[in-house]
Every structure is written in structure tokens, then in C-alpha cells.
């Protein structure tokens, strides 16, 4: 099974920071990687798919990169609301997987 | 309003059973594949299971054999019968619904979670 390891674990930033966060698949899994925001006790929310594409309604300060095995999510300009968890996931194979995660604090 | 709304979650004895419901509205749930994904106490997610807009299935290989996953386009309803629960089994299960027929993509739309408890 394709195994997704998000670095770092934790993140400290402050209101206006450039965030990155880093994924990388363990064979490649071309481009079918989305990125997920989850603020505790909600669901996840769908952020990129497609390892770059935004989805409907996400503000464009976030921005995926990436192919292959490596793949980062970009924040510009942090904002209060921007302070939560955020996912990896691989979806290249019948077998999905996701990252451990990378809370983003203050 | 789109949406997803689980229920049947609860507390369950190891080796107990359970079957889980997620209803869907607001979309053509037919035309879209559904996934199951929990998440422990405290811990990350997990995909447990999905199915295409038929009745091709797949799961995690910790749960094949233990969790049937199944949908009735009729009800706009996807299910999750679990058996022979274990204390790891514990957590909120989120049903997903896939960006196309195919299972092969993202989750775009996520239900507010159901509890499950596995516990004597």
C-alpha cells in the first residue's frame, strides 16, 4: 500500500505568514492528491484536488504543488481562520490513504 | 441543501455489530461514488471503505472481512454494516461523497460524523 508522510507534524505561525507544508507519497502516485482543512470537532473540508486545482469556494491564498512523490500545500498570508489541521490523501489506487496530519497553530 | 447525515452510531460491545446510515440530499447521489472514513479519538483520518456509483466495493485491510459497505440509489442512502468490533474500531465515522462516479478521487462533500463506541 502507497504510504502519504506530512512534515512537519506541527506548525507554529503567526496572522500574515507564508505556510508550507510538505507530503510525499512512497511511489508516485502522479497527481491525484487532494489537501483537506479540519477544524477540531468538524469534518474535513476539501481544499485542492488534483494536487493543484482549487475547489469551489476556497480562498486563493491556498495553492497545491507538486507530482510524483513530493507535494507541498501553500498558505499565503495566514489568516485567523486558517489555524487547523490539514490532510494529505492519496488517490491514485483503489487503496486511499491519508497523511498524519499537520496542525497549524499560533 | 447538499448534504450528508449519518446516524446508528453508538456504544457496542467487542464483537458486537452495527450498521451505520448516511442519507444524502441536495444532489444526485447515484451519479457519485461514497467512501467511509473514521477518525479515532484525537487521531488522524482513515479511509475505511468505498463504493463506486454501483456496487464495486473496496476496503482497508483492516476491516475487509469485518465491514460490508453498501448503498440503495432508491433511498439516496449508503450504509456501513460492521461486525466483530473491536476496542480499535472506536472512533467518528464520516461518510464521504467521491467528486465522480468513479471511486478514484477526492471527498468533496463530508457528513457531520456518527460515534462509535467499542467497549464492554
Known amino acids: 500500500d502507497i504510504q502519504m508522510t506530512q512534515s512537519p507534524s506541527t506548525l507554529s505561525a503567526s496572522v500574515g505568514d507564508r505556510v508550507t507544508i510538505t507530503c510525499r507519497a512512497s511511489q508516485s502516485i502522479s497527481s491525484w492528491l487532494a489537501w483537506y482543512q479540519q477544524k477540531p470537532g468538524k469534518a474535513p473540508n476539501l481544499l485542492i484536488y488534483?494536487?493543484?486545482s482549487l475547489e469551489n469556494g476556497v480562498p486563493s491564498r491556498f495553492s497545491g504543488s507538486g507530482s510524483g512523490t513530493e507535494f507541498t500545500l501553500t498558505i499565503t498570508s495566514l489568516q485567523p481562520d486558517d489555524f487547523a489541521t490539514y490532510y494529505c490523501q492519496h488517490y491514485n489506487s483503489y487503496s486511499w490513504a491519508f497523511g498524519q496530519g499537520t496542525k497549524v497553530e499560533i | 441543501e447538499v448534504q450528508l447525515l449519518e446516524s446508528g452510531g453508538g456504544l457496542v460491545q467487542p464483537g458486537g455489530s452495527l450498521r451505520l446510515s448516511c442519507a444524502a440530499s441536495?444532489?444526485?447521489?447515484?451519479?457519485?461514488?461514497m467512501s467511509w472514513v473514521r477518525q479515532a479519538p484525537g487521531k488522524g483520518l482513515e479511509w475505511v471503505s468505498a463504493?463506486?456509483?454501483?456496487?464495486?466495493?473496496y476496503y482497508a485491510d483492516s476491516v475487509k472481512g469485518r465491514f460490508t459497505i453498501s448503498r440503495d440509489n432508491s433511498k439516496n442512502t449508503l450504509y456501513l454494516q460492521m461486525s466483530s468490533l473491536r476496542a480499535e474500531d472506536t472512533a467518528i465515522y464520516y461518510c464521504?461523497?467521491?467528486?465522480?462516479?468513479?471511486?478514484?478521487?477526492?471527498?468533496?462533500?463530508w457528513g457531520q460524523g456518527t460515534m462509535v463506541t467499542v467497549s464492554s
Open positions: 441536495g444532489f444526485s447521489f447515484s451519479s457519485y461514488a
Open positions: 463504493i463506486s456509483g454501483g456496487t464495486t466495493t
Open positions: 464521504a461523497k467521491g467528486a465522480s462516479i468513479a471511486p478514484r478521487c477526492a471527498f468533496d462533500l
Open positions: 488534483k494536487a493543484s
